[in-house]
């Protein structure tokens, strides 16, 4: 009985952190402005991760993977920066 519910709470456990992965990648895509930019098509934007998926598998795959990173890591630093100037101004 112990077990069942040690498996079952490990299969749950799981599962969550797949779904807040899902939903973590699907922000990255509304963030990126790619749904919208998409009109919502979700073959268009299945075929862009396609497309990026088999550059970075290319030759020079590992200079795109970094000078993506250090594009999407500026963004973020942006956003966040965007984010704390924005509280600081509303508890002033």
Known sequence: MAK???D???RVMTRRARTRQL???GGLVMKA?????????RALIYGAFLEIAARLQE????ALRADLH?????ALADEANIAS??????ER
């Open 85 to 90: 100037s924005r509280i600081g101004v509303s």
């Open 59 to 62: 030759p020079n795959g590992d």
């Open 70 to 74: 250090r594009s999407g890591a500026r």
């Open 8 to 10: 079952n709470r490990s």
């Open 33 to 41: 402005g790619l749904a919208q930019i998409a009109g919502d098509d």
């Open 23 to 25: 939903i973590e990648l």
């Open 4 to 6: 069942a519910r040690a």
